[in-house]
C-alpha cells in the first residue's frame, strides 16, 4: 500500500497537497519517515491493535507478554518523533505529506480505540502532531464513511 499511495501521490502531485516534498532533499526526507514508519512504527501499534482490538472481537486469546512488548517498543518510537517534531511541524519537515497520512489510520484505533491514547498524548509534540494531522479535513471525511 506504501507503493501505491506513492504513486498516487506523484501522478498526482499537482492537484491538492503536495505529499512528497518540493525538493530533492525534502522527498529524500519525506521517504526517509516513511521508512521509519513501515519498519519502526507500524509493527508495534499494528501487534497492539490485533491484539487489543480484533482479537476479543474475534475469540482469540491475547497475548499480554506480546502486548507489554509492543507497547514498549512504541514508546521508544514515539520518543525519537517526540525529539524530531521537536524541530519540524510534521515529520518530513514544515509541510504535511505522506510520511504524515501513512500514521493515521492505526493510531485513531490507538487513540480512540484500545485504550493507549495515553502514548500520543504524553508527549508534548507528538500530541501537537497528532491532533494537527488528526483534524484535517480530508481525515474527518474519511472517518465518516
Known amino acids: 500500500s506504501r507503493a501505491i499511495i506513492r504513486y498516487y501521490a506523484q501522478k498526482y502531485a499537482d492537484q491538492g497537497t ?27 501499534i499494528y ?19 506480546l502486548i507489554r512488548e509492543s507497547e514498549e517498543k512504541l514508546g521508544k518510537v514515539l520518543d525519537v518523533y517526540e525529539e524530531r517534531l521537536s524541530k519540524s511541524k510534521y515529520l518530513g519537515g514544515d509541510f504535511f505529506s505522506l510520511a504524515d497520512l501513512t500514521h493515521l489510520p492505526f493510531t485513531q484505533y ?5 485504550g493507549k491514547e495515553y502514548l500520543i498524548k504524553h508527549r508534548e509534540h507528538v500530541k501537537r502532531w497528532w491532533e494537527d494531522i488528526s483534524n484535517r479535513p480530508s481525515w474527518k471525511k474519511v472517518l465518516q464513511l
Open 18 to 44: 503536495d505529499l512528497l516534498g518540493k525538493t530533492l532533499e525534502e522527498r529524500a526526507t519525506v521517504e526517509q519517515w516513511l521508512e521509519v514508519e513501515g519498519q519502526n512504527f507500524n509493527p508495534h
Open 47 to 65: 501487534t497492539l491493535v490485533l491484539q487489543l482490538l480484533y482479537f476479543p472481537k474475534m475469540g482469540v486469546p491475547q497475548d499480554e507478554k
Open 110 to 114: 490507538l487513540v480512540n480505540d484500545i
